[in-house]
């Protein structure tokens, strides 16, 4: 079997080569089906299941706990308040967080002492809370406003490093990609959308344009001087340059991947950390989408907006009628 470093040798020279280009009509196709599915599940499926913080409710909070299982307190929350449904996060070594709709004062009273009696605490250990909107309101309100500012001002920047505004398009359309399917997730698995869970998001956002803006990169090394080479069409330049920095991609995500893997189990599992576990949700989910979306949606999509153009249509004949020559040769 062939070492990997091998396969990255073959791939960057071209002797092997996969058609990411070529094929973007499947990959497009691919691409929107998953977008729409994304779109469609929160519209059908009942929606965000936000957290506490977005829709308001009551919180406790029981410290000094023997026992850590969320089981104890989802069960004391369901038998003094049947038919409430209750969100259990161990928070820390010893503490606990209890999450309800918000509940009446008397029901409050009557779930705080079941949750004391179950967990063996006493009156000092156990704090109970009521949480509005208004707080996970003014954080969306900030993330909207910075998402857009964010990708206006990336959109700029980008146009201006590459001098084509073609590559902005295609790095904002495949970072749109990303942020859309990694929302889908989260509508189609009803995991909860919290504050961190958002922070999450907006940290996708330079994650993606970082893994685009590498292959763009080499694009623009591969296709600098491409109305003066017959060696390749632009589009099979775009479509190398992919091949070539593919092994990069790879080692970037598996580096970027494992340790907020590694969070996502040691919070989700293990630790029972609640930030933890869905600020590295959405970042794995996020990682993972962000490296697809590049080779397959903003690199052809950007060979796709360039390749009509005159000058490269011109290139491209060029390339054909030396390929036919040399097979006329040959013959």
């Known amino acids: 079997m062939k070492s990997f470093a091998t396969f ?39 929606g965000y299941n936000f957290g506490i913080e977005f829709r308001g ?7 000094q706990v023997a026992h850590t299982d969320v089981l104890i307190g989802e069960e004391a929350v369901a038998k003094a308040e049947p038919g409430t449904v209750a969100v259990v996060t161990n928070i820390a070594s010893d503490t606990m967080q209890v999450q309800t709709d918000r509940l009446s004062d008397d029901a409050t009273l009557k779930v705080k002492d079941a949750l004391k ?45 590459f ?29 909860e959308v919290t504050p961190s869970a958002i922070i999450g998001f907006l940290t996708i956002l330079s994650y993606s ?20 080479s017959t060696r390749r069409t632009f589009a099979q330049e775009v479509n190398l340059a992919v091949n070539q920095t593919l092994v990069r991609s790879i080692n970037t995500t598996m580096v970027a991947v494992l340790p907020v893997g590694s969070i996502l189990f040691i919070g989700a ?7 933890l576990r869905d600020l590295s949700l959405a970042l794995f989910i996020g990682i993972i989408v962000s490296t697809f979306s590049t080779i397959f949606v903003a690199a052809p999509m950007y060979s796709w907006l360039r390749e009509h153009e005159p000058e490269l249509v011109k290139q491209a004949k060029k390339v054909q009628q030396r390929e036919a020559t040399e097979t006329a040769v040959a013959l």
């Open 209 to 228: 344009l970082y893994d685009t803006v590498v292959v763009f990169d080499k694009i623009r090394e591969n296709t600098v001087d491409i109305t003066k």
């Open 57 to 63: 409710g009551s919180q406790f909070t029981i410290s």
């Open 117 to 161: 009696a179950a967990y063996g605490v006493t009156e000092d250990h156990i704090t109970s809370t009521f949480v509005g909107p208004t707080w996970g309101q003014d954080v969306s309100r900030q993330a909207i406003i910075g998402f857009f500012v964010f990708v206006l001002l990336a959109t700029v920047l980008m146009a201006l490093y």
């Open 8 to 46: 990255g040798n073959e791939l960057y020279t071209g002797e092997r080569s996969y058609e990411f280009v070529g094929k973007r009509k499947i990959w497009f196709g691919i691409a929107g089906i998953a977008v729409l599915l994304s779109i469609l599940f929160p519209l059908f499926g009942g």
């Open 269 to 275: 599992l293990l630790l029972g950390a609640g930030t």
């Open 163 to 191: 001098r084509t505004w073609r590559m902005s398009i295609a790095a904002i359309v495949g970072l749109l990609v990303v942020m859309v399917v990694t929302a889908g997730v989260y509508g189609a698995s009803n995991f």
